[in-house]
Protein backbone atom coordinates (compact mmCIF):
# COMPACT_ATOMS: atom_id res chain seq x y z
CA UNK A 1 0.00 0.00 0.00
CA UNK A 2 0.90 3.62 -0.46
CA UNK A 3 0.78 5.03 3.19
CA UNK A 4 1.41 8.85 4.26
CA UNK A 5 3.04 9.41 7.65
CA UNK A 6 2.39 12.43 9.70
CA UNK A 7 4.58 12.50 12.23
CA UNK A 8 6.65 9.63 10.79
CA UNK A 9 9.74 11.17 12.21
CA UNK A 10 8.65 11.19 16.17
CA UNK A 11 8.97 8.60 18.41
CA UNK A 12 5.73 6.45 17.32
CA UNK A 13 5.79 7.31 14.04
CA UNK A 14 9.31 6.45 13.15
CA UNK A 15 8.86 2.72 14.60
CA UNK A 16 5.78 2.84 12.18
CA UNK A 17 7.74 3.85 9.32
CA UNK A 18 10.40 1.50 10.06
CA UNK A 19 7.94 -1.74 10.25
CA UNK A 20 5.64 -0.99 7.19
CA UNK A 21 9.41 -0.14 5.11
CA UNK A 22 10.33 -3.69 6.71
CA UNK A 23 7.22 -5.52 5.15
CA UNK A 24 7.20 -3.62 1.96
CA UNK A 25 4.85 -0.85 1.97
CA UNK A 26 5.17 2.78 0.06
CA UNK A 27 5.78 5.48 2.75
CA UNK A 28 6.18 8.46 2.59
CA UNK A 29 6.95 10.94 6.09
CA UNK A 30 5.42 14.32 6.33
CA UNK A 31 6.76 16.15 9.54
CA UNK A 32 7.84 19.49 10.27
CA UNK A 33 10.40 18.40 12.61
CA UNK A 34 9.60 20.74 15.26
CA UNK A 35 10.19 17.40 17.84
CA UNK A 36 11.21 14.57 15.59
CA UNK A 37 14.41 13.44 14.18
CA UNK A 38 15.19 13.85 10.36
CA UNK A 39 17.84 10.66 10.98
CA UNK A 40 14.69 8.52 12.74
CA UNK A 41 13.30 8.21 9.13
CA UNK A 42 14.17 4.68 7.98
CA UNK A 43 16.65 4.90 5.09
CA UNK A 44 15.25 5.19 1.60
CA UNK A 45 11.80 6.63 3.18
CA UNK A 46 11.14 10.04 1.43
CA UNK A 47 10.73 12.88 4.41
CA UNK A 48 8.43 16.08 3.33
CA UNK A 49 9.39 18.80 5.24
CA UNK A 50 6.01 20.27 6.20
CA UNK A 51 3.13 21.96 8.39
CA UNK A 52 -0.12 20.65 8.94
CA UNK A 53 -1.46 24.15 9.46
CA UNK A 54 -0.16 25.40 6.07
CA UNK A 55 -2.70 23.34 3.49
CA UNK A 56 -0.84 24.77 0.63
CA UNK A 57 2.11 21.98 2.01
CA UNK A 58 -0.94 19.21 1.84
CA UNK A 59 -2.02 20.57 -0.92
CA UNK A 60 1.20 19.76 -3.07
CA UNK A 61 1.86 16.97 -1.21
CA UNK A 62 -1.62 15.41 -2.09
CA UNK A 63 -1.12 16.37 -5.57
CA UNK A 64 2.19 14.74 -5.97
CA UNK A 65 1.77 11.32 -4.28
CA UNK A 66 -1.22 8.76 -4.18
CA UNK A 67 -2.26 7.55 -1.16
CA UNK A 68 -4.37 4.65 0.19
CA UNK A 69 -4.04 5.17 3.82
CA UNK A 70 -3.04 8.21 5.90
CA UNK A 71 -1.60 7.20 10.01
CA UNK A 72 -1.76 10.69 11.96
CA UNK A 73 1.17 10.40 14.56
CA UNK A 74 1.77 14.34 14.23
CA UNK A 75 0.38 16.18 17.74
CA UNK A 76 2.02 18.17 20.47
CA UNK A 77 1.17 15.28 23.79
CA UNK A 78 2.17 17.07 26.96
CA UNK A 79 -0.40 17.30 29.17
CA UNK A 80 1.09 20.01 31.77
CA UNK A 81 2.46 22.36 28.62
CA UNK A 82 -1.03 21.86 26.83
CA UNK A 83 -2.89 23.45 30.69
CA UNK A 84 0.09 25.94 30.26
CA UNK A 85 -0.57 26.85 26.21
CA UNK A 86 -3.99 25.39 25.51
CA UNK A 87 -4.05 27.65 22.52
CA UNK A 88 -1.28 25.63 20.79
CA UNK A 89 -2.63 22.13 21.51
CA UNK A 90 -5.93 23.18 19.91
CA UNK A 91 -4.24 24.73 16.69
CA UNK A 92 -1.90 21.95 16.08
CA UNK A 93 -3.77 18.79 17.05
CA UNK A 94 -7.33 20.00 15.86
CA UNK A 95 -7.21 22.93 13.53
CA UNK A 96 -4.35 20.64 11.97
CA UNK A 97 -5.81 17.46 11.67
CA UNK A 98 -9.14 19.35 10.23
CA UNK A 99 -7.02 20.54 7.18
CA UNK A 100 -5.14 16.80 7.15
CA UNK A 101 -8.84 15.17 6.69
CA UNK A 102 -9.93 18.12 4.05
CA UNK A 103 -6.77 16.87 1.96
CA UNK A 104 -7.39 13.41 2.33
CA UNK A 105 -11.40 14.47 1.18
CA UNK A 106 -10.10 16.63 -1.63
CA UNK A 107 -8.26 13.84 -3.27
CA UNK A 108 -10.38 11.28 -2.61
CA UNK A 109 -8.42 9.27 0.36
CA UNK A 110 -10.61 7.76 2.90
CA UNK A 111 -8.84 5.69 5.12
CA UNK A 112 -7.39 7.63 8.54
CA UNK A 113 -5.80 5.75 11.35
CA UNK A 114 -5.51 8.00 14.12
CA UNK A 115 -3.26 8.61 16.88
CA UNK A 116 -5.64 9.14 20.07
CA UNK A 117 -4.60 8.97 23.79
CA UNK A 118 -6.15 7.77 27.17
CA UNK A 119 -6.46 10.65 28.33
CA UNK A 120 -9.79 11.35 26.62
CA UNK A 121 -11.14 9.59 29.71
CA UNK A 122 -10.07 11.48 32.50
CA UNK A 123 -10.33 10.42 35.31
CA UNK A 124 -11.27 6.41 35.84
CA UNK A 125 -14.26 5.28 36.90
CA UNK A 126 -13.34 1.45 37.06
CA UNK A 127 -9.99 0.11 37.58
CA UNK A 128 -9.35 -1.18 33.55
CA UNK A 129 -10.33 1.43 31.18
CA UNK A 130 -12.83 -0.20 28.14
CA UNK A 131 -14.45 1.74 25.37
CA UNK A 132 -17.42 2.38 26.62
CA UNK A 133 -16.13 4.08 29.63
CA UNK A 134 -16.98 7.85 30.02
CA UNK A 135 -14.97 10.05 28.15
CA UNK A 136 -14.40 13.14 30.06
CA UNK A 137 -10.81 14.87 29.74
CA UNK A 138 -9.31 16.43 32.79
CA UNK A 139 -6.82 18.51 30.48
CA UNK A 140 -6.39 20.43 26.74
CA UNK A 141 -4.24 17.65 25.75
CA UNK A 142 -7.40 15.13 26.13
CA UNK A 143 -9.64 17.25 25.16
CA UNK A 144 -8.19 18.10 21.83
CA UNK A 145 -8.13 14.15 20.75
CA UNK A 146 -11.34 13.88 22.08
CA UNK A 147 -12.71 16.56 19.47
CA UNK A 148 -11.05 14.94 16.97
CA UNK A 149 -12.72 11.24 17.62
CA UNK A 150 -15.92 13.50 17.57
CA UNK A 151 -14.73 15.02 13.84
CA UNK A 152 -13.77 11.30 12.34
CA UNK A 153 -17.35 10.50 13.40
CA UNK A 154 -19.12 13.18 11.54
CA UNK A 155 -16.62 12.56 8.53
CA UNK A 156 -17.96 9.13 7.90
CA UNK A 157 -21.33 10.32 8.58
CA UNK A 158 -21.04 12.95 5.98
CA UNK A 159 -17.98 12.48 3.91
CA UNK A 160 -17.98 8.17 4.30
CA UNK A 161 -14.19 8.50 5.42
CA UNK A 162 -13.23 5.03 7.32
CA UNK A 163 -11.11 5.56 10.70
CA UNK A 164 -10.24 3.91 13.40
CA UNK A 165 -8.37 5.89 16.62
CA UNK A 166 -6.07 4.16 18.41
CA UNK A 167 -5.72 5.16 22.47
CA UNK A 168 -2.30 5.08 23.66
CA UNK A 169 -1.95 4.65 26.87
CA UNK A 170 1.33 4.86 27.89
CA UNK A 171 4.05 4.29 24.96
CA UNK A 172 7.46 2.66 26.24
CA UNK A 173 10.23 0.96 24.95
CA UNK A 174 12.69 0.81 21.93
CA UNK A 175 13.02 -0.76 18.97
CA UNK A 176 14.50 -3.70 19.60
CA UNK A 177 17.13 -3.53 17.14
CA UNK A 178 18.29 -0.69 18.33
CA UNK A 179 18.16 1.77 15.49
CA UNK A 180 15.89 4.45 17.36
CA UNK A 181 14.26 5.05 20.32
CA UNK A 182 12.60 7.54 22.46
CA UNK A 183 14.26 10.89 22.58
CA UNK A 184 12.48 14.37 23.18
CA UNK A 185 13.46 18.11 23.56
CA UNK A 186 12.85 18.59 26.12
CA UNK A 187 12.26 15.39 27.75
CA UNK A 188 9.30 14.78 30.17
CA UNK A 189 8.61 10.90 29.59
CA UNK A 190 9.43 8.85 32.59
CA UNK A 191 11.22 5.76 31.53
CA UNK A 192 13.63 8.22 29.04
CA UNK A 193 14.15 10.62 31.93
CA UNK A 194 14.84 7.39 34.75
CA UNK A 195 17.59 6.17 32.11
CA UNK A 196 18.95 9.48 31.43
CA UNK A 197 19.66 10.40 34.82
CA UNK A 198 21.52 6.96 34.61
CA UNK A 199 23.47 7.12 32.24
CA UNK A 200 24.81 11.31 32.44
CA UNK A 201 23.90 12.10 35.80
CA UNK A 202 22.99 15.21 34.72
CA UNK A 203 19.45 15.86 35.30
CA UNK A 204 18.35 14.67 38.90
CA UNK A 205 15.30 12.41 38.08
CA UNK A 206 12.00 13.49 39.93
CA UNK A 207 8.95 11.85 40.86
CA UNK A 208 5.71 13.79 40.55
CA UNK A 209 3.86 13.65 42.96
CA UNK A 210 3.62 11.00 46.17
CA UNK A 211 -0.06 11.29 47.64
CA UNK A 212 -2.35 10.24 45.14
CA UNK A 213 -4.99 7.51 45.80
CA UNK A 214 -2.47 4.44 44.58
CA UNK A 215 -0.83 1.45 46.77
CA UNK A 216 1.94 3.56 46.69
CA UNK A 217 1.38 7.06 46.31
CA UNK A 218 2.87 7.24 42.66
CA UNK A 219 0.90 7.52 39.36
CA UNK A 220 0.17 4.02 37.72
CA UNK A 221 0.11 4.36 34.43
CA UNK A 222 -0.49 1.15 31.86
CA UNK A 223 3.45 0.65 29.55
CA UNK A 224 2.59 -0.76 26.14
CA UNK A 225 5.69 -1.53 23.74
CA UNK A 226 5.97 0.66 20.86
CA UNK A 227 6.05 -2.40 18.65
CA UNK A 228 2.98 -3.49 19.76
CA UNK A 229 2.00 -0.38 19.47
CA UNK A 230 2.58 -0.29 15.77
CA UNK A 231 1.28 -3.71 15.34
CA UNK A 232 -1.97 -2.79 16.13
CA UNK A 233 -2.19 0.40 13.36
CA UNK A 234 -1.25 -2.33 10.52
CA UNK A 235 -4.14 -4.83 11.71
CA UNK A 236 -6.67 -1.44 12.24
CA UNK A 237 -5.75 -1.29 7.90
CA UNK A 238 -6.54 -4.35 7.41
CA UNK A 239 -9.96 -3.99 9.51
CA UNK A 240 -10.51 -0.59 7.83
CA UNK A 241 -10.53 -3.15 4.14
CA UNK A 242 -13.31 -4.64 6.03
CA UNK A 243 -15.15 -2.77 7.53
CA UNK A 244 -16.88 0.72 7.42
CA UNK A 245 -17.44 3.40 10.02
CA UNK A 246 -15.30 5.92 12.69
CA UNK A 247 -14.04 3.32 15.37
CA UNK A 248 -12.11 3.67 18.67
CA UNK A 249 -9.71 0.75 20.32
CA UNK A 250 -8.33 0.97 24.02
CA UNK A 251 -4.69 -0.07 23.24
CA UNK A 252 -2.57 -0.96 26.65
CA UNK A 253 -1.45 -4.55 28.18
CA UNK A 254 -3.75 -4.46 30.90
CA UNK A 255 -1.43 -3.83 34.03
CA UNK A 256 -0.67 -1.12 35.88
CA UNK A 257 2.83 0.17 37.05
CA UNK A 258 3.63 2.90 39.40
CA UNK A 259 6.18 5.34 39.31
CA UNK A 260 8.13 4.05 41.92
CA UNK A 261 7.27 0.36 40.77
CA UNK A 262 8.99 1.52 37.23
CA UNK A 263 11.91 2.71 38.85
CA UNK A 264 12.62 -0.49 40.56
CA UNK A 265 12.20 -2.58 37.16
CA UNK A 266 14.92 -0.11 35.63
CA UNK A 267 16.91 -0.58 38.73
CA UNK A 268 16.40 -4.67 38.15
CA UNK A 269 17.70 -4.40 34.44
CA UNK A 270 20.01 -2.42 34.52
CA UNK A 271 21.65 -3.21 37.69
CA UNK A 272 22.17 0.04 38.60
CA UNK A 273 20.61 2.10 41.96
CA UNK A 274 18.74 5.19 40.93
CA UNK A 275 18.67 8.46 42.65
CA UNK A 276 15.54 10.33 42.64
CA UNK A 277 13.58 13.62 44.58
CA UNK A 278 10.21 13.83 45.37
CA UNK A 279 8.44 16.92 43.52
CA UNK A 280 5.00 18.09 43.51
CA UNK A 281 2.17 16.57 40.91
CA UNK A 282 2.47 18.19 37.78
CA UNK A 283 -1.01 19.62 36.68
CA UNK A 284 -3.37 17.61 34.72
CA UNK A 285 -2.15 14.13 35.65
CA UNK A 286 -4.73 12.02 36.29
CA UNK A 287 -3.40 9.14 39.31
CA UNK A 288 -4.31 6.40 37.12
CA UNK A 289 -4.49 5.10 33.77
CA UNK A 290 -4.95 1.39 32.64
CA UNK A 291 -6.51 -0.14 29.86
CA UNK A 292 -8.73 -2.87 28.83
CA UNK A 293 -8.35 -3.86 25.52
CA UNK A 294 -10.39 -6.40 24.90
CA UNK A 295 -12.31 -4.85 22.42
CA UNK A 296 -8.92 -4.48 20.70
CA UNK A 297 -7.54 -7.89 21.14
CA UNK A 298 -11.14 -9.57 19.44
CA UNK A 299 -11.52 -7.07 16.81
CA UNK A 300 -8.19 -6.06 15.48
CA UNK A 301 -7.23 -9.41 16.63
CA UNK A 302 -4.15 -7.94 18.68
CA UNK A 303 -1.69 -9.76 20.78
CA UNK A 304 0.64 -7.49 22.90
CA UNK A 305 3.95 -9.70 22.56
CA UNK A 306 5.90 -7.78 25.40
CA UNK A 307 3.80 -8.83 27.76
CA UNK A 308 6.75 -7.91 30.84
CA UNK A 309 7.28 -4.71 31.46
CA UNK A 310 11.10 -5.84 32.33
CA UNK A 311 11.38 -6.89 28.43
CA UNK A 312 10.00 -3.27 27.85
CA UNK A 313 12.49 -0.84 29.74
CA UNK A 314 15.25 -3.65 28.19
CA UNK A 315 15.10 -2.53 24.88
CA UNK A 316 14.84 1.55 25.82
CA UNK A 317 17.58 0.44 27.76
CA UNK A 318 19.83 -1.02 25.16
CA UNK A 319 19.08 1.75 22.75
CA UNK A 320 19.64 4.82 25.32
CA UNK A 321 23.08 3.32 26.01
CA UNK A 322 24.28 3.63 22.33
CA UNK A 323 23.34 7.51 22.36
CA UNK A 324 25.55 10.71 23.06
CA UNK A 325 23.93 13.28 25.13
N1 LIG B 1 6.77 11.18 35.84
C1 LIG B 1 7.68 11.39 36.89
N2 LIG B 1 8.92 11.89 36.59
C2 LIG B 1 9.31 12.20 35.32
C3 LIG B 1 8.39 11.99 34.27
C4 LIG B 1 7.13 11.48 34.56
O1 LIG B 1 7.35 11.13 38.04
O2 LIG B 1 10.43 12.67 35.12
C5 LIG B 1 5.46 10.60 36.13
C6 LIG B 1 4.30 11.43 35.62
O3 LIG B 1 3.87 12.35 36.59
C7 LIG B 1 3.25 10.36 35.32
C8 LIG B 1 4.06 9.14 34.92
O4 LIG B 1 5.38 9.39 35.41
O5 LIG B 1 2.54 10.04 36.47
C9 LIG B 1 4.12 8.94 33.41
O6 LIG B 1 4.46 10.19 32.82
P1 LIG B 1 4.85 10.33 31.30
O7 LIG B 1 5.17 11.79 31.07
O8 LIG B 1 5.90 9.34 30.95
O9 LIG B 1 3.53 9.91 30.52
P2 LIG B 1 2.02 10.49 30.58
O10 LIG B 1 1.27 9.53 31.47
O11 LIG B 1 2.03 11.90 31.09
O12 LIG B 1 1.56 10.39 29.17
Redesign the pocket.
Known amino acids: MNILICGGAGYIGSHMVKMLAGQGHQVVVFDNLSTGHKEAVAGGVELVMGDLLRPGDLAALFSRHHFDAVMHFSAK????ESVMNPALYYANNVIGTINLLDAMRNHGVSRFIFSS???IFGNPLQERINESHPQAPINPYGKTKLMVEHILRDYHAAYGLRSVSLRYF?A?GADPGGEIGESHQP????????LYSLLTGQKE?????RE?NTPDG????DYIHINDLCDAHLLALSFLEKNDGAHGFNLGNGNGFS?LE?IHSAEQVTGRKIA?TS?P??SG?PAT?VADSTLAVRQLVWQPKYTKIDDIIATAWHWHQNQRF
Open positions: SLVGSASNAETHLLPNILKVFGYTCVRVMFAPRDL
